[in-house]
């Protein structure tokens, strides 16, 4: 289950660091609301249109050290959509907070209560669902094979499990508290930043304000990018051609070229689209040892660097994998013991096109058939628009005033910023918007983890916002050592500000930096086969 407990990992860092602000609207948006309904009297039928509703379980579950006295309710909308959701009895406030999922999903990751200054900060309602389907072990969040003969499971992953459960959790709240929810949020990174972007351009009444980490919302030519990562470092005998053995040295030699290309070495690059590393200067002289790349090693990791491309140079993916990532390639790009020995892009890719890429009965593909052409792009469009969340078009969420906070993390080693970038872009014009901001943290990997920042949540920004009007300009990330001791904390301003350190003080400190502008106005979006898809509407449950 070692796939599981690496994606659960990111997930329930997210939960473990969600936190809401204080707020200052009125007494009564503070003031504890009391259940009206018994707990165990849950248990019964919702019948929403389209998403009839059961709750098979619920029970008090006494306070903890960490977690408030809640009513425990487990349920399933029809088909087969299942969810936890977790009602304080004693100190709820009226917010209701809803989580994403990672991967494929395929399991209810528990959700963690928020702090949002009360006792065990349990003024928050909270959800989290298995978005229709249950994966198989070991690889429960890459395996596909439930989506190959499945139609409806296929559609609540695409698209509809996390709208049918605010759906469902509202009316369970109503039913407890005599009321429904007074602010709603979502929070997800990867497929649950995805989800974030989906419910935002498909579902704007849903939530008040979304947080949508690391989002893989360019999902089809993500998996191609995935394809691209496992292919363009196996050799021929289907053994890694970079190995892991080789990384420590690959990222010690792009630090020494590039950390000072921000003003500060601090072990970590600021905009790693500065770097201009090859990893030619690491070619080996003489014997082949860790410390050196072997010609075919060179060449590889010079692909790896490069997004995905045809024949004619048509890039398939916008971006390839940021320098400064590299110690994160073990396990994602390069199979490991702790992956099996087999990578997490190529178990992506491999489950994405045998099983869920293509229209049932179609023709499928693998990781390894894969053909990296414009046709064999297009071909994954008509199911890939149903998964996409690429709209530009967030008028709706906008009028009702819905609050928007994107991140992503400098160094992610599954989905290249840049893609994140691209969008954000496009979808502002350039423009500083009223209802939507843009973090890029410097050496986060994927949603969490890194080589000096380890940690980054907006969460409690995003609220500040959509309840008190305060727009977001920064936020922290911290980093930990194995120990969970914090080693730094940074400041990160809203892109495309950066962060410069004063002259005074220790780098590791948040304090000691202050915001500045970029040194040439953004150029971001990117020219790539994906150009049409933004147009192209998905499917909405109604």
């Not at 936890?84 to 994403?100: D, F, H, N, V």
């Not at 994160?328 to 045998?354: C, H, K, M, Q």
């Not at 709706?396 to 080693?413: C, N, P, T, Y």
């Not at 080589?451 to 959509?466: H, I, M, N």
Request: proline share 9%; aromatic share 10%; charged share 20%.
């Amino acid at each position: 289950m070692r796939t599981v407990r690496i994606f659960t990992a990111v997930v329930t860092l997210t939960l473990a660091t969600a936190g809401f602000a204080p707020v200052a609207a009125t007494a009564a948006a503070e003031s504890p609301v009391r259940p009206i309904t018994a707990c165990g009297d849950l248990v019964r039928g919702f019948a929403l249109p389209g998403a009839a509703t059961h709750v098979t379980s619920a029970a008090v579950v006494p306070a903890t050290g960490t977690d408030p006295e809640h009513c425990g309710v487990q349920g399933y909308v029809e088909p087969a959509v299942r969810f936890e959701l977790r009602l304080p009895t004693k100190t709820y406030a009226g917010r209701y907070l809803q989580y994403g999922c990672g991967g494929f999903c395929g399991f209810v990751n528990p959700p963690a209560f928020a702090d949002c200054g009360l006792p065990h900060g349990g003024d928050v309602a909270v959800a989290a669902t298995d978005d229709g389907h249950v994966g198989t072990p070991p690889e429960v969040v890459v395996d596909g094979s439930w989506g190959a003969h499945d139609q409806a499971a296929r559609n609540d992953f695409e698209f509809r499990a996390p709208h049918v459960v605010a759906r469902a959790a509202k009316a369970v709240i109503q039913a407890f508290y005599g009321a429904p929810p007074r602010k709603s949020y979502f929070t997800g990174c990867s497929d649950g930043g995805r989800e974030g972007l989906q419910l935002a351009q498909r579902y704007p009444a849903d939530f008040d304000g979304i947080v949508a980490g690391a989002p893989a919302g360019y999902w089809s030519p993500l998996m191609v990018f995935q394809a691209w990562l496992a292919r363009v470092n196996t050799a021929a005998d289907g053994s890694p051609i970079l190995t892991a053995a080789k990384l420590p040295a690959l990222h010690d030699a792009v630090l020494a070229a590039c950390d000072r290309l921000d003003g500060l070495a601090d072990g970590q690059l600021d905009d790693p689209r500065a770097c201009r590393f090859d990893p030619a200067k690491l070619t080996c002289t003489g014997p082949d040892t860790p410390a050196c790349l072997t010609p075919a090693q060179v060449t590889a990791t010079r692909r790896l660097y490069s997004p995905p491309t045809d024949t004619h140079g048509t890039q398939l993916y916008p971006g390839g994998e940021p320098p400064g990532s590299e110690l994160s390639w073990a396990g994602w790009i390069i199979g490991v013991p702790e992956t099996g020995g087999i990578s997490f892009a190529r178990s992506f890719a491999d489950n994405y096109l045998r099983y869920l890429g293509y229209p049932i009965g179609a023709p499928a593909s693998t990781a390894d058939t894969f053909a990296f052409t414009r046709r064999e792009f297009d071909r994954l469009t008509p199911v890939g628009v149903r998964y996409n969340a690429m709209s530009l078009d967030l008028s709706a969420f906008q009028r009702r005033g819905g609050k928007l906070v994107l991140w992503h993390g400098w160094a992610d080693e599954a989905i290249p910023p840049t893609g994140t970038l691209d969008y954000y872009q496009r979808l502002t014009h350039g423009r500083t918007q009223d209802w939507t901001r843009l973090f890029l943290v410097p050496s986060l990997y994927h949603c969490a983890g890194g080589t000096t920042l380890t940690e980054f949540d907006p969460l409690k920004e995003l609220v500040a916002w959509v309840e008190r009007g305060t727009t977001p300009t920064v936020a922290t990330a911290t980093g930990r050592d194995a120990a969970g001791t914090v080693t730094r904390t940074r400041p990160v301003f809203t892109y495309p500000q950066r962060a410069v350190y004063d002259g005074t003080g220790s780098v590791d400190d948040a304090a000691n930096f202050r915001p500045a502008p970029p040194s040439s106005p953004p150029r971001d979006v990117v020219d790539w086969a994906g150009n049409g898809l933004y147009a192209i509407p998905g499917p909405v449950a109604r």
